[in-house]
């Protein structure tokens, strides 16, 4: 890229009538934003093209001019991908960048394309296509990743883990059911950038420097063109508004929080010491000295990189956050904010999506720890409820049933009826079928429950869901 990027020439450009000096080259690097938001050539042209056709459309170009306009910014659209285009720096942005090339290929015609514009409604729309390019994109990624996780659920459902809190271990639950909590959280995400691209999808051309525009422009033509759902109804807001960036950002770090919380547990998960996962081998590096290593680098990296999407949240809101209306220079930082929110949020959620189909649990570790009696001490409570015990003398029967065992150094599944009746004379042989895993797992009936039938039942809620999941 920086090939193509011509350093400013030792006298700097002169900016307009206005001005009697050109400005101090030093000025002109500390505020250039083309080095970076030359990324954004092709809304801009888009953006342009419409307008232009808008401004034919009601008269104020003519039909001569538009052709010459429309040509010309194809041209420059083709010359930029073909690598020809030089950006330079004298001329401060991608928009100035773009006009300057317009005009120097088309004469005056080129001047007409700004007619009842200004960069700053005109960066506005550029930011808002991207964004709105980009969050189709984050979400088509989500809904895949989404995908992975429910064919999972399906294929090792029936797999029983040890369900944790505190991160000891607590009672069994299906292995799909924990796969399913992350789908949870992750159509929390997909809904949520679902609706902050409703808010992002208006189109705020038209609303000038700050004020609007003397000309009468047909904003709701230019929104169409452009796939807007609206245009935007105030024009000191619409040139000022970084909202939609804010919101994706905010919706950003909470998807990158739910992948960073599911990178711990891989990483947990992949240790020696618990062994329930294996990640495919390809997605996880060596060490340079240890031989015997396997790194589970890609969720490491997740859980780095998230600090760095809320760090983005946090940076957009503290720019915005003392700003008075209208437009104001500093808004010209939301844009490497923006690029590498999505430059980091989209690859990530499609490596953790490509990781996790390669991932597979270690079924006789994790059913092994879930097989614990002591994870069904619950049970045992629950068991002595339905018997008619209230469930605070339960919960101190079990509790001393559990102190006992853990001294004679038993399982809780170990115990003989007679020992067990020791404690409560309500105790039946049928005891022990409430004390095995599967079952108390099928137990937990209850909506949102563990229970395989239950389980089942969600993955295919959600998969309907997905059907029709799109932006
Ligand atoms: N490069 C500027 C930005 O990104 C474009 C708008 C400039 N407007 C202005 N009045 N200087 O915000």
Redesign the pocket.
């Known amino acids: 890229m920086a090939k193509t990027m011509k350093k400013q020439p030792l006298k700097s450009a002169k900016w307009s009538g206005r001005f009697a000096q050109g400005i101090d080259p030093r000025a002109l690097a500390y505020t250039q ?1 083309v080095s970076f ?1 030359r990324r954004l050539y092709r809304y801009d042209i888009v953006g342009s093209l419409v307008h232009a056709k808008m401004l034919r459309k009601v008269g104020i170009l003519k039909a001569e001019d538009y052709k010459k306009i429309a040509r010309g910014l194809n041209a420059i659209l083709q010359d930029i991908e073909a690598g020809r285009f030089e950006f330079q720096e004298a001329y ?4 100035l960048n773009i006009e300057k090339a317009l005009i120097a290929k088309i004469g005056p015609a080129g001047g007409r394309l700004h007619t009842a514009r ?3 409604d ?2 506005a729309l550029d930011v808002r296509l991207y964004c709105r390019d980009h969050v189709r994109q984050l979400h088509a990624a989500v809904v895949d990743l989404e995908k992975v996780f429910l064919k999972k659920a399906r294929e090792f459902l029936g797999v029983t883990i040890p369900g944790y809190t505190h991160l000891q271990r607590a009672q069994p639950v299906l292995f799909s059911h924990h796969l399913m909590a992350y789908v949870e959280m992750f159509e929390r995400d997909r809904t949520r950038l679902e609706d902050a691209y409703r808010r992002l999808n208006l189109m705020p051309l038209g609303s000038g ?1 700050l004020a609007g525009t003397t000309f009468p422009l047909d904003r709701e033509f230019v929104a169409k063109e452009l796939g807007f759902a609206g245009v935007t109804r105030n024009s000191l807001d619409a040139v000022s508004d970084r909202d939609f960036a804010v919101e994706i950002a905010a919706a950003g770090s909470l998807l990158m929080v739910h992948l960073s919380r599911l990178s711990e547990e891989l990483i947990l998960w992949s240790t020696t010491e618990f062994d329930f996962i294996k990640l495919p081998e390809s997605f996880c590096t060596g060490s340079s000295m240890m031989p015997q290593k396997m790194n589970p680098d890609v969720p490491e990296l997740v859980r780095g990189k998230t600090g760095r999407v809320v760090g983005h949240l946090t940076g957009l809101l503290m720019l915005i956050k003392g700003l008075p209306l209208a ?1 104001n ?1 500093d ?2 930082e ?2 490497e904010a923006i690029f590498d929110l999505f430059d980091t949020l989209v690859p990530t959620v499609r490596i953790v999506a490509a990781m996790m189909s390669g991932a597979r649990p270690n079924v006789a570790k994790t059913e092994k720890a879930a097989s614990d009696g002591f994870l069904m001490a619950t049970d045992l409570a629950d068991w002595l409820v339905r018997h008619g015990v209230d469930f605070r003398t339960s919960h101190e029967i079990t509790a001393k049933i559990v102190r006992s065992a853990l001294e004679k150094g038993k399982d809780l599944k170990e115990l003989t009826l007679n020992e067990l009746k020791t404690f409560s004379p309500k105790f039946t042989p049928d005891v022990f079928r409430a004390l095995e895993t599967k079952a108390g797992v099928n137990h937990r009936k209850v909506t949102g429950g563990t229970a395989q039938a239950n389980v089942a039942r969600e993955i295919k809620s959600v998969e309907a869901r997905l059907k029709n999941a799109s932006l």
Do not use: C, G, I
């Open positions: 934003s938001d401060e942005d991608v928009h200004s960069r700053n005109q960066v420097a437009y220079k808004l010209q939301d844009k």
